[in-house]
């Protein structure tokens, strides 16, 4: 809290002090992506130079390889890093009071901001072919566990777009998709090229753009969007003889 009110001089209170409310508003936007420019980089670089960089390597390690993660458990870390004792490593990351916090059930998260720069550090140090393995990784366990949304938003880090379109395939027979939002985000990160070869997921991205905005009316470039995405899903469907999709497209 005291680092953080003085990265804050331009939204100083009165008398020069910064406001209980400012920095409320500082600590929520702490999950959203932080950019190079902004007030809290000498915060991250403070992460780094003061208490990364201070720390043994073996555990320097494990921190950039678990930043692929939002949420640790002995087990994931173990699968994701390939070190034995995850559990152990997390409570003495925690009693070392390295801004780990723990949940119930066994997980444990870092700290928005802590975990931002130890993003920032792995993809210097790593390079992004090895943070998509590690996400890859996680996915696999994530799935292997019935975590299929997170499954799901593993491989999409992992850039493994083929592997997400047949994990959506599988939640959505499983009957398990209720959150449109949630799917929009995930179909709109998919590649054009995977997408269309997916009919299934092609009718689920148009339902997506159009249930939630049924009591309002929909932009032309959505309706066109919707449009193009019922075409593909049609053309697929037909290709591969789907009959049951081809009912779906007509009924939207």
Not at 165 to 184: P, R, S, V
């Amino acid at each position: 809290m005291r680092l953080l009110a003085l990265t804050l001089p331009a939204h100083a209170g009165r008398a020069g002090q910064t406001t209980a409310q400012t920095l409320e508003r500082a600590l929520t936007s702490l999950s959203q992506s932080v950019e190079p420019s902004s007030l809290y980089q000498p915060l991250l670089d403070y992460f780094v130079t003061e208490i990364f960089a201070t720390q043994p390597e073996q555990l320097q390690r494990f921190l950039l390889q678990t930043s692929v993660l939002t949420r640790l458990s002995g087990p994931l870390c173990e699968a994701v890093t390939g070190m034995e004792a995850g559990i152990v490593q997390l409570e003495a990351i925690e009693q070392a009071g390295l801004f780990l916090e723990r949940l119930d059930g066994g997980w444990y998260r870092f700290h928005a901001l802590f975990a931002e720069a130890m993003r920032r550090e792995a993809a210097l140090r790593l390079g992004e072919d090895t943070l998509c393995m590690l996400s890859l990784r996680a996915s696999h366990w994530y799935e292997e566990h019935a975590m299929i949304a997170e499954a799901i938003e593993a491989s999409l880090l992992a850039h493994d777009f083929e592997r997400t379109a047949l994990l959506l395939e599988g939640l959505n027979l499983d009957g398990q998709i209720t959150e449109l939002y949630t799917l929009h985000r995930w179909l709109e990160a998919m590649p054009e090229a995977v997408l269309s070869t997916h009919s299934m997921l092609c009718w689920l991205a148009a339902l997506a753009l159009q249930v939630p905005q049924r009591e309002k009316q929909l932009s032309l470039e959505a309706r066109e969007r919707v449009e193009v995405l019922l075409q593909m899903a049609e053309a697929g469907a037909r290709q591969q003889q789907q009959v049951e999709i081809l009912g779906l497209v007509a009924a939207l």
